[in-house]
């Protein structure tokens, strides 16, 4: 059963980076098949979709985050992780990792998510 | 860039058949799929391609297309149906996702 991790810090100072890792276990991060990606869900709002990544490196983020975002790979790890620069108080969310099947672009699973606070 | 809209809330009494609509302009071409979220947890799959359901879900929970409108429906609800329900769409040619903003089931 494939299970994935989010793991980080919870409180980030505004200007400051958030940097979340995603831990991939019960199967490998090395498919053909799926692209890995990074959902957030500010407090009491809906889903936003940040950013998708392929095994090789490939990327592609959200238009309104895409200055400010990088999703990177480590298969040694069978990991991957993400990167926001320059937060502020908006970027305060619970943030997920999900595995995304390439096409159609259903995600079928996701981790348990991890609040992330911006606040001095 | 494009809007998924979704009713902020639906309302249904126990027993009956509750409707979840997906609208946007340029969806007919691309595949919906949906997601139930329950407070404090990670969304669930519950629909894919419009109208596949993964194993695990319920029989009571189906999905349908008409035009540029997808449908979740969800009979004869029950309150472990309250959820938050969410549609999501892929575009194949910028390989960019979006969401809905999503529904409150409320099981009256």
């Known amino acids: 059963q494939l299970q994935l991790q989010e793991s980080g810090p919870g409180l980030v100072k505004p200007s400051e980076t958030l940097s979340l890792t995603c831990i991939v276990s019960g199967g490998s991060i090395r498919s053909s098949a799926y692209y890995w990606g990074w959902i957030r869900q500010p407090p009491g709002k809906g889903l936003e979709w940040i950013g998708n990544l392929f095994y090789t490196g490939t990327t592609y983020y959200n238009p309104s985050l895409k200055s400010r975002v990088t999703i990177s790979v480590d298969t040694s790890q069978n990991q991957f992780s993400l990167r926001l620069t320059s937060v502020t108080a908006a970027d305060t969310a619970v943030y997920y990792c999900?595995?995304?099947?390439?096409?159609?672009?259903?995600?079928?699973?996701w981790g348990q998510g991890t609040l992330v606070t911006v606040s001095s | 860039s494009y809007v998924l809209t979704q009713p902020p809330s639906v309302s249904v009494a126990p027993g009956k058949t509750a409707k979840i609509t997906c609208g946007e302009n340029n969806i007919e071409s691309k595949s919906v799929h949906w997601y139930r979220q329950k407070p404090g947890q990670a969304p669930v799959l519950v629909m894919y391609y419009d109208s596949d359901r993964p194993s695990a879900i319920s029989e009571r929970i189906s999905g349908s297309r008409s035009g540029n409108t997808a449908t979740l429906t969800i009979s004869r609800v029950a309150a472990g149906d309250e959820a938050d329900y969410y549609c999501?769409?892929?575009?194949?040619?910028?390989?960019?996702?979006?969401f809905g903003g999503g529904t409150k089931l409320t099981v009256l």
């Open positions: 999501q769409v892929w575009d194949r040619s910028s390989d960019h996702v979006v």
């Open positions: 999900a595995r995304r099947e390439i096409d159609p672009g259903r995600f079928d699973y």
